[in-house]
């Protein structure tokens, strides 16, 4: 892992640079009531709210507590049901020794100065499973020096030692002089005491932590139930509009000319406008803007548009794949022992086209000033919207706020390198010059039909095997798309013509094989690409752990055992995987009634710094069909900040892989996506959903992300469980069911 920068962003700092905090001023009563409503509420006010309703201590960017003694953590990374809003003030409550019940949340503005990512360097955002790992001390720092200030206030205010102080739930006291206070009641005191130096700030001793480690409840779990958590399509402006967009049918087509006539028809409707990605009708409601959008007549200039198939890019990737591609990592001579090996394996995996198909369609709010432009959506890619708008705009980056809001998940779609919605969403109000607030909206079949998607790959694999089978040669070919080429993150992320996202997982397989070779063929097509949950590790896991339990059969070996020998210099790996296999009972034969086919697969695997071995059961009926009835993960994220999080997050996980292993798959004829909404991208049911037993492994090592290491190994674990109860192999995702039939 990175290396984290702490950045000093306490009070102090601030003033010294200019930035400017009004401390130490007490709200009117109620004053102070709308601010406790407004961090009730949730996220998305803090640009605003915060601008107009100072408290009176906040020690840092993180930290605020009012004379209403409530504790508003503000938190810079978007919460989009991976549990940010729960699991990072969880690490200021335990260092500030807070009640859970006083922790109010906020949503943190755009602003890269104080809110950056720190495994990212100057930029803010959220994804990778970065949350936890960046934040981590820095949270538990801003609560440790709120903390400070506060025992600081109470000895100068009852004039006795700070050592002597002791913080508990909320409340300091000092025994000996029986005095005791709340947080609201020293706040006003604690904003006047000298802000510690960062790096004097000193942290608990992890055996005296009260919330890190338990699983305290989530503090977004009542506003979602009770409706009152604000998403994007809860902002209602006056005078706002909503808009809806006609996108070219196929990539690469261009508007060349357009009929609004009937579409103006329509009661409701107020403007139609061309933009560069095609033309938004703005009515005063949804309906009637979608309305008017489907009497639309637009033309398109097709001269440039792709109009190839999947199969015919499957095939050319196919062709692509006979030759050596970059290379990504390279040991021994692989070719040479390929000519020694006693036995050799070859195998082909073909991956599609995936959505992300979130629940919460893609929308955001925009409303234009003379010099100002104002943002609310779920924002998960602050620093790169927030240039991206303003260059469209012709403003300075500090002249677009941000609030960032609620997601109804992303699973990587809202963190779009191009800003690509965010940015339709500016044209639009620029080419109504800005007369009134936009709510732009793009249905389910909108972005199944025109969005950004995990690139279809195609990978080939070879393995040689000694005369003892002793896996002595490995070489992994990989095509597909590059995410990163042509984005900001190209000249750091593309090094000798190796998108590193696409090979990650292959090009750092842990096992030791001592001839090793993977490459790449980054194929360049105008399909729209971007990451999809875990990235690259979505295809490799399920190439390698595939082959991998290939070659174990080859050797005649138990695919753990063998697994086991070619990790023994990664503990980690090791860990997860013992774990998983023990609480599965690997071998203890699965019970199975006469005509029954069961089988039990393994896979592991590490992303984003987490280990995760997963163990899958299934049963196959005579037609083909399966269900997949168990399966045991095991986790090493190192310090487990929540327990209940990470376990929902696996569960979760666990789900979405599954829906891509049995489902997801977008298709392309003549240059078209097939797939519009969840009836032919389904998405897995309820009754679709395994059993699963999560197992944390204990660790001290630095925490790192749960949100998507999860999904990576239970597509292969699958599939070794069906070749387990079928003796055939799947080498392509979706499953086909079909060659599962009984003979």
Sequence with gaps: MSEIKIVNESRRRFLQTGLGLTLAIYLPVGRAATAAATVEAGPGKAGSVMAEATLPFEPNAFVRIGDDNLVTVVVKHLEMGQGTYTGLPTLVADELDADWSQIRVEGAPADAKRYNNLLWGPTQGTGGSTAIANSFEQMRKAGATARTMLVAAAAEEWQVPAAEIKVKKGVISHEASNHKATFGELAAKAAAQPVPEWADVKLKNPKDFVYIGKSVARKDSKAKINGSAIFTQDIN????????????????????????????????????????????VLAKDFWSAKKGRDLLSVTWDESQAFKQSSDEILERYRNIARSPGAVARKAGDVEKQMGRAAKRLDAAFEMPYLAHAAMEPLNCVIKLGKDSCEVWNGEQSQTGDQNAIAKALGLKPEQVTINMLYAGGSFGRRANPASDYVLEATHIAKAIGGKAPVKMIWTREDDMRAGWYRPMFYHSLRAGLDENGKLIAWQHRIVGQSIIAGTAFESGMIKDGVDVTSVEGAANLPYAIPNFQVELHSPKLPVPVQWWRSVGSTHTAFATEIFIDEVAHAA?????????????????????????????????????????????????????????????????????????????CAIDCGVAINPSIIRAQMEGGIGFGLTAALYGSITLKDGQVEQSNYHDYPLLRMHEMPKVEVHIVTSEAAPSGVGEPGVPPIAPAVANALFAATGKRLRKLPFNTGELRST
């Design 237 to 280: 402006l006056p005078g706002m509009l909503t808009a809806v967009v006609a996108h070219a049918p196929r990539f690469g087509a261009k508007v060349k000319s357009f009929d609004a006539t009937r579409a103006k028809s329509v009661a409701g409707v107020v403007d139609v406008v061309q933009i560069p990605t095609g033309v938004a």
């Design 556 to 632: 005649g070996k138990d695919s753990y055992h063998f697994r086991r020998d070619l990790l023994k210099d990664h503990p980690r790996h090791l860990g997860v995987l013992d774990l998983a296999v023990k609480k599965a009972g690997w071998d203890k034969p699965l019970v199975s009634k006469p005509g029954v086919r069961r089988g039990r697969g393994i896979a592991v695997h590490e992303s984003f710094n987490t280990f995760v071995a997963e163990v899958a059961e299934v049963t196959v009926k005579p037609d083909g069909s399966f269900m997949v009835d168990k399966v045991v």
